[in-house]
């Protein structure tokens, strides 16, 4: 059976912490990072469930500043019985 | 599975649009104009039309818009953009030319210019960002601010009796017969970018193909001017304004 699997990857120095992206996400993968800042002091994104990532790449349309690059993969696995 | 199972070129499925310069922009977190930026730049990019494309920024919050897409820009006095994009076109008809405004640029100040240009059917493409607030200023009352809406020059709330009513201008403009496309989009969920994204194109393949004015209005917010966080001013925009400014083509020939 194939899955869906997905990565992102942030430019945490673009990122304004907006949060648009964390709930445009379906998977429930993103999250502000509670205590961390980058160099102009906002708390940015990072994949909190990376395993869950399906690489819809909903983030990356709705990121008013271009912080998300957005990768898909097919994986073939082996059937279960 | 780890990162470099995952990223490469075969499975790149977004990126930064490669108009778009590393030059961070200016705009408030969240803001709808960033996302309308990378539409535009996307599009022209696909086009193939970076070097034939002469944009017009408005005065607002997009008048530094000439420092985020790279293509060639002119920054107009404030609501002269279709103006401006008038000659612009007339003396370069062989470039894609197109403005892009604010609801307080197109829709108060340069009402004259807009509608002027669109009954004359310029060959122009008009990127309309309607935030119902002049966000640039610090929130004041645009012509499109809803009814019962706070800004700091209604801090009552717009009294329709006193103030008139959000001024539906893009509807008003479908009716000149120089128009061939009139469309209203929004850009807060993944789908509404995409949408957005498939008008912007069709306006800039309109502006070439000589089928006169085409006219894309963005429902945006202003989480700034709203005094909200940006996820709330997204929502707050789809309950509220998508009913007075509801999404479709008013005009799409
Ligand atoms: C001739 C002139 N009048 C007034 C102003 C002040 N001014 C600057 S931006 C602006 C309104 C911008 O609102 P809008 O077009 O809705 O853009 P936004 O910032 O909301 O994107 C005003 C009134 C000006 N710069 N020039
Ligand atoms: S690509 Fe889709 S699933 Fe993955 S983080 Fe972005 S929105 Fe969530
Ligand atoms: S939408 Fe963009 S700027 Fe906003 S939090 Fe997500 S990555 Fe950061
Ligand atoms: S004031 Fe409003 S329109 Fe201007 S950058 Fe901030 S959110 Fe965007
Ligand atoms: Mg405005």
Same mark, same amino acid.
């Given at each position: &059976?194939?899955?869906?699997?997905?990565?992102?990857?942030? *430019?945490?120095?673009?990122?304004?912490?907006?949060?648009?992206?964390?709930?445009?996400?379906?998977?429930?993968?993103?999250?502000?990072?509670?205590?961390?800042? *980058?160099?102009?002091?906002?708390?940015?994104?990072? &994949?909190? *469930?990376?395993?869950?990532?399906?690489?819809?790449?909903?983030?990356?349309?709705?990121?008013?500043?271009?912080?998300?690059?957005?990768?898909?993969?097919?994986?073939?696995?082996?059937?279960?019985? | 599975?780890?990162?470099?199972?995952?990223?490469?070129?075969?499975?790149?499925?977004?990126?930064?649009?490669?108009?778009?310069?590393?030059?961070?922009?200016?705009?408030?977190?969240?803001?709808?104009?960033?996302?309308?930026?990378?539409?535009?730049?996307?599009?022209?990019?696909?086009?193939?039309?970076?070097?034939?494309?002469?944009?017009?920024?408005?005065?607002?919050?997009?008048?530094?818009?000439?420092?985020?897409?790279?293509?060639?820009?002119?920054?107009?006095?404030?609501?002269?953009?279709?103006?401006?994009?008038?000659?612009?076109?007339?003396?370069?008809?062989?470039?894609?030319?197109?403005?892009?405004?604010?609801?307080?640029?197109?829709?108060?100040?340069?009402?004259?210019?807009?509608?002027?240009?669109?009954?004359?059917?310029?060959?122009?493409?008009?990127?309309?960002?309607?935030?119902?607030?002049?966000?640039?200023?610090?929130?004041?009352?645009?012509? +499109?601010?809803?009814?019962?809406?706070?800004?700091? +020059?209604?801090?009552?709330?717009?009294?329709?009796?006193?103030?008139?009513?959000?001024?539906?201008?893009?509807?008003?403009?479908?009716?000149?017969?120089?128009?061939?496309?009139?469309?209203?989009?929004?850009?807060?969920?993944?789908?509404?970018?995409?949408?957005?994204?498939?008008?912007?194109?069709?306006?800039?393949?309109?502006?070439?193909?000589?089928?006169? +004015?085409?006219?894309?209005?963005?429902?945006?917010?202003?989480?700034?001017?709203?005094?909200?966080?940006?996820?709330?001013?997204?929502?707050?925009?789809?309950?509220?304004?998508?009913?007075?400014?509801?999404?479709?083509?008013?005009?799409?020939?």
């Amino acid at each position: &059976m194939a899955k869906v699997k997905g990565y992102v990857e942030v *430019n945490t120095q673009r990122c304004k912490g907006c949060n648009l992206c964390v709930v445009s996400c379906p998977a429930d993968v993103l999250e502000l990072q509670p205590r961390e800042v *980058n160099d102009k002091g906002y708390h940015y994104v990072y &994949m909190k *469930n990376p395993d869950d990532c399906i690489g819809c790449a909903n983030c990356g349309y709705v990121c008013p500043d271009a912080v998300l690059t957005v990768y898909r993969k097919k994986i073939e696995e082996k059937e279960k019985v | 599975m780890d990162k470099n199972e995952l990223t490469g070129a075969e499975t790149l499925v977004y990126a930064k649009p490669r108009l778009v310069n590393d030059t961070e922009m200016h705009y408030c977190p969240g803001c709808s104009h960033g996302v309308v930026h990378h539409l535009v730049a996307e599009v022209i990019d696909e086009l193939g039309w970076a070097e034939k494309t002469i944009g017009v920024s408005p005065v607002g919050c997009a008048v530094f818009a000439h420092k985020y897409v790279d293509i060639d820009w002119q920054q107009a006095a404030h609501g002269r953009a279709p103006a401006v994009a008038t000659a612009i076109k007339r003396l370069n008809p062989d470039k894609m030319v197109f403005t892009y405004q604010g609801d307080g640029d197109l829709a108060a100040i340069g009402t004259a210019e807009t509608i002027h240009a669109a009954n004359r059917g310029e060959n122009i493409a008009i990127i309309f960002i309607n935030n119902a607030i002049y966000g640039m200023t610090g929130g004041q009352m645009a012509p +499109t601010t809803l009814n019962q809406m706070v800004t700091t +020059t209604c801090p009552e709330g717009r009294d329709p009796r006193i103030m008139g009513n959000p001024l539906k201008i893009v509807d008003m403009l479908a009716l000149l017969d120089g128009v061939c496309l009139a469309t209203r989009q929004s850009v807060h969920t993944a789908a509404a970018v995409k949408k957005t994204k498939r008008m912007i194109k069709l306006a800039f393949e309109n502006a070439m193909a000589n089928k006169g +004015t085409s006219i894309v209005e963005v429902v945006s917010s202003c989480n700034a001017g709203w005094r909200m966080n940006p996820v709330d001013a997204n929502n707050w925009m789809a309950e509220n304004m998508l009913s007075v400014f509801p999404v479709g083509d008013l005009k799409n020939l």
